[in-house]
């Protein structure tokens, strides 16, 4: 009997975790821990400094008061008293997609999950208004059954998931293996004064235009493609290595 653990940043009344963990129910016995409340954009952090609750809200389903990587750590190390043979994360209500991966809680969730040697994959829905959840649920079934057949493509790696948002799957073009986009911000910053007369700065999420990448996960969602990036923790630029041996000798004089 396969186990899956089934998370997300939106929150665990998020429509997207209930399609996710439904969709995924045929393949295992699904295990839900995700965050009491919205945590997008949450990143990788974690919580040291304060407890951490957790609420069984059903069966095989908890609800914890912290962010979705605390969600996978806890689960894994201590809650579940199994190792989960596969996390998903999702399916998040919008994309997460370029250099916002960074930023996402959605795909810290899975990259916990990756550096606890599980296999994972995070899946979004690169919409904002009336989302249909459908057709990522299908094939974040078809790609599970796929992980456990294959296991994933690396050591170290997961897999971010794009879904364009359609009313339904023969709208979607295909599946494309994509690289990691680039966004373009711009001053998006809302600076207000508050009822006290004091100032306050917003920052803004509006989508300001992308860079034109061939094969990026922008690129092909807005093209219709369910886009699958693979992922890994490394965040080293190997060719910079070899640029700053330049600077090696000047550096060194301090
Ligand atoms: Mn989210």
Redesign the pocket.
Known sequence: MRRILVT???GIYAEGLRCLAESLEELGEVWIVAPDR?Q?ASSHAITLHRPLRVTEVDERTFAVDGTPADCVNIAVNGLLKFRPDLVASGI???GNLGDDVTY???VSAAMEATLLGIPAFSISLAGRENLNYTPAGQFARRLAEIVFRHGMPSEGVFLNVNVPPVSSVSEIKGVAFTVQGRRKYGEAIVEKVDPRGRKYYWIGGDELGFEYIENSDIVMVLRRYISVTPLHLDLTHRESLRILEDWKNELEKF
């Open positions: 997300n940043d939106d919205e997008s998040n209500r919008g996402s809680g959605t």
